[in-house]
């Protein structure tokens, strides 16, 4: 099993900055896919930023040129840092790992930390 804790989440005023954090306890970090998806109130949860076992990048369109996903592989750690937020990036905020347990994509399991709140106020 992995174990995922955000942290960061919190208020911040329109345009600011905010930078969001997820701690894995697996042992084998560096080999998984990471994640952010968010959940706005009243929305499903959606793609937010990825960040693969070799470094590769991918964004939301809607978060495109704002924020940066990286990872600090000796840390266990997946990073979030949010500029120029806007009211409708609020949103719980969760990451995912992957972990390939074998060869092929299907075989493939994803674990979920519990959210992190981000409230961007106007």
């Known amino acids: 099993q992995v174990q995922l804790v955000e942290s960061g989440g919190g208020l911040v005023q329109a345009g600011g900055p905010r930078r969001l954090s997820c701690v894995a306890s697996?042992?084998?970090?560096?080999?998984?896919?990471m994640g952010w998806f968010r959940q706005a109130p009243g929305k499903e949860r959606e793609f937010v930023a990825t960040i693969d076992s070799g470094f590769s990048t991918n964004y939301a369109e809607s978060v495109k040129g704002r924020f940066t996903i990286s990872r600090d592989n000796a840390a266990r750690t997946v990073n979030l840092q949010m500029d120029s937020l806007k009211p409708e990036d609020t949103a719980v905020y969760y990451c995912?790992?992957?972990?390939?347990?074998?060869?092929?994509?299907?075989?493939?399991?994803?674990?979920w930390g519990k959210g992190t709140l981000v409230t961007v106020s106007s």
């Open positions: 697996g042992r084998t970090f560096r080999s998984y896919d």
């Open positions: 995912k790992a992957r972990a390939h347990i074998g060869p092929v994509e299907a075989s493939a399991m994803d674990f």
